[in-house]
């Protein structure tokens, strides 16, 4: 098992990263705050893990569990409210821990519901999939979606832990971690070129799951985010590079319709956008952007956006991104392979440019 620390002063919190953990009681004791537990789970999730978790807990604490639908399209404030009336109806005090068991969804949610029961909650994380245990078991954001952009509802407020079991993705589709892996290949681009050169090598190994080389990439993806987070809690500066492509990408999700395209395929599409802007900006050579592109389509992912949009509903979409600043719209782009800046000092030509090629690009290849 590896360990690292999200530093944070008096909110740091460990994140424990192993094969198997998730049965290792004496993590969850550690983090547990008084007698109560409701473990949020979904019901995709639910019949693989939940009854081993609660038959661990069972003899130690008063467990309670909420079984959420599967997806994106139920990041909801209906759906979360379905977490706090669970809760309620089960007499949950002020030392109940909430417990986010599976992947980005029921994380982000899981950690809403406790940001705001009785006014703030403990909660652990167990994500389960790999975009989940590499970025949003990790920093604290939680929230639900809003039907005019995604994430736009939520607070910022950390576990008490993130126990990362590898185990879990043995389970996973290939289409989530695939997802997953946009993630991972975001840390190379944004802060860590020499990590970029490992996953160029190791990517194979990646995709077949090689628990060492699968382990690896966890630990440098959340010790990436880790510093990040530790430098700037509430992105009030420099945590936004970790929204790489996400701006782009939020657009393409919003658009789509939750769900229909994945947050990691979204993501990676916007990155390739993001890149190509940078490229034409002066600060990538087309050695880089062909390498990035070629990671991206190592890890079996889309590297340009769906055919059925437009510039302008890219741009009407973006507008109402959280990084919009006093009406000026702020990117994540590439000073070089390796460094990223957050900027609105960009030339519009060359934004419309990369969008209006990308998106002939998608219908010449019937992307969808």
């Given amino acids: 098992m590896r360990t690292l620390t999200v530093d944070l002063g008096d909110r740091s919190y460990p994140i424990f990263i192993g094969y198997g953990i998730r049965q290792q009681k004496a993590l969850f004791d550690d983090a547990i705050h008084g007698k109560q537990v409701m473990i949020v789970t979904n019901d995709t999730i639910a019949p693989l893990y939940l009854d081993a978790m609660v038959s661990m807990l069972s003899a130690d604490y008063k467990v309670d569990t909420c079984v959420l639908p599967d997806g994106e399209v139920f990041k909801t404030l209906e759906i979360y409210g379905n977490i706090l009336t669970a809760l309620l109806e089960a007499k949950h005090n002020r030392t109940t821990t909430v417990i986010a068991l599976g992947g980005g969804v029921v994380g982000d949610m899981a950690g809403f519901a406790a940001a705001t029961y009785q006014r703030g909650v403990p909660f652990i994380q167990v994500p389960t999939t790999l975009l989940s245990q590499v970025d949003s078991s990790v920093g604290g954001k939680t929230g639900v979606n809003h039907p005019l952009g995604k994430n736009m509802i939520g607070a910022f407020y950390q576990p008490q ?110 990155s390739v956008l993001a890149i190509d802007l940078s490229w034409r900006m002066g600060n990538l050579t087309e050695q880089d952007v062909s390498r990035s592109v070629a990671l991206f389509q190592a890890a079996k992912l889309p590297v340009l956006p769906p055919q059925t949009m437009t510039l302008e509903s890219f741009v009407e979409r973006m507008a109402l991104d959280k990084k919009v600043l006093d009406g000026s719209l702020r990117l994540v782009l590439l000073a070089s392979l390796g460094d990223a800046i957050v900027t609105s000092d960009f030339p519009m030509e060359d934004f419309n440019d990369s969008l209006s090629d990308a998106l002939e690009a998608s219908k010449q290849a019937h992307i969808v």
């Fill in 161 to 270: 832990a993130v126990i990362i079991d590898t185990e879990t993705l043995l389970s996973l589709p290939q289409r989530e971690l695939s997802a997953g892996m946009a993630e991972v290949i975001k840390y190379g681009l944004i802060c860590d070129a020499p990590f970029f050169d490992w996953l160029e090598q190791e990517m194979p190994a990646l995709m077949s799951l090689d628990n060492d080389k699968i382990s690896d990439a966890i630990y440098q993806s959340c010790l990436a985010k880790a510093k990040v987070v530790a430098q700037d809690e509430r992105e009030g500066g420099i945590r936004a590079i970790l929204n790489l492509g996400h701006t782009f990408g939020h657009a393409i999700e919003t658009e789509m319709g939750y769900g229909n395209w994945l947050h990691g395929e979204a993501v990676a599409a916007g």
